[in-house]
């Protein structure tokens, strides 16, 4: 089966650097993905990372190691406007597309 | 480019009804996802199609259907409604380019309140 690991919530104060940790297990694996929801919004994308390493774009890094099964999103520059819920999801051999159950992002002023 | 769109955006029902959805995917987009999001359960895969053809399932009972047309715009219907079916119902679509990118373009959703 398939199942990812995020923190429900995290904290941080505007101006800093967070980090939001994803670990998963699923039956291969293509890639793991990024999404960010505000209250009453849908989803968007953020970033993708189908090889180790980090991708970065913009104040947004990403970053994968596919022998650990872990990645993280890095948030630096912390503007209010990041306050937000954040998933993670892998997509396997099976082509599914499994999201974790989100980090709820609290900016501090 | 629209985007993903949803109709209706609200709905209200009561228990044993049953209810349509209905979700047109961006231009060009040949897949069409369905998720239902519940508070602390993150967003539950629920069916994926492609090409008139459900190419994967999530873990939902029998009850939750869907389909796809041949301009892909997609439906999805639950029957004998409860209570705990009660959930914003988000539509995703994309190119379906497995192993490359796999960036799901969201609707707004359709907020269903089950009484």
């Known amino acids: 089966g398939q199942s990812l690991e995020q923190p429900s919530e995290v904290t941080a104060v505007e101006g800093a650097i967070v980090q939001i940790n994803c670990t998963y297990q699923t039956s291969g694996f293509y890639g793991l993905s990024w999404y960010q929801q505000h209250d009453g919004g849908a989803p968007t994308f953020l970033s993708y990372?189908?090889?180790?390493g980090l991708e970065e774009t913009g104040r947004f890094s990403s970053f994968l190691s596919r022998s650990d099964s872990y990645g993280y999103l890095l948030l630096q520059e912390l503007q209010m406007k990041d306050s937000a819920s954040y998933f993670c999801a892998v997509s396997g051999r099976d082509d599914k597309i499994i999201f974790g159950k989100g980090t709820r992002l609290h900016i501090l002023p | 480019k629209a985007g993903v769109t949803q109709t209706p955006r609200y709905l209200i029902k009561t228990r044993g009804q049953q209810v349509t959805l209905s979700c047109s995917p961006i231009s060009g987009h040949r897949s069409v996802s369905w998720y239902q999001q519940t508070p602390g359960q993150g967003l539950q895969f629920l069916f994926e199609?492609?090409?008139?053809?459900?190419?994967n399932k999530g873990n939902f009972p029998g009850r939750f259907s869907g389909r796809q047309f041949s301009n892909s715009r997609s439906e999805m219907n639950v029957s004998t409604l409860e209570l705990g079916d009660s959930a914003l119902y988000l539509c995703?679509?994309?190119?379906?380019?497995?192993?490359?990118?796999?960036?799901?373009?969201f609707g707004p959703g359709t907020r269903l309140t089950v009484l």
């Open positions: 995703a679509s994309s190119t379906m380019d497995r192993g490359r990118s796999d960036t799901q373009y």
């Open positions: 199609y492609f090409s008139e053809t459900q190419r």
């Open positions: 990372n189908a090889l180790d």
